[in-house]
């Protein structure tokens, strides 16, 4: 045993595609929950606006 690990570069792979994924999925259920807060935050505004006025 030397210590060197041989033929690892698919675990690499697998693992940095794994990552990928997670980064994007996470990075899509985060834009659309901040689209969404947006949207209700404007449509809140525009019923103040409106009733105030």
């Given at each position: 045993m030397n210590g060197?690990?041989?033929g690892g570069?698919?675990?690499v792979l697998a693992a940095y595609?794994?990552?990928?994924?997670v980064?994007?999925?996470y990075s899509i259920h985060?834009?659309?929950e901040?689209?969404?807060k947006l949207e209700i935050?404007?449509?809140l505004?525009?019923?103040t606006k409106g009733t105030s006025s």
């Open positions: 060197i690990v041989t570069w698919n675990f595609i794994v990552t990928g994924t980064l994007v999925a985060t834009i659309r901040l689209r969404q935050r404007a449509a505004t525009r019923v």
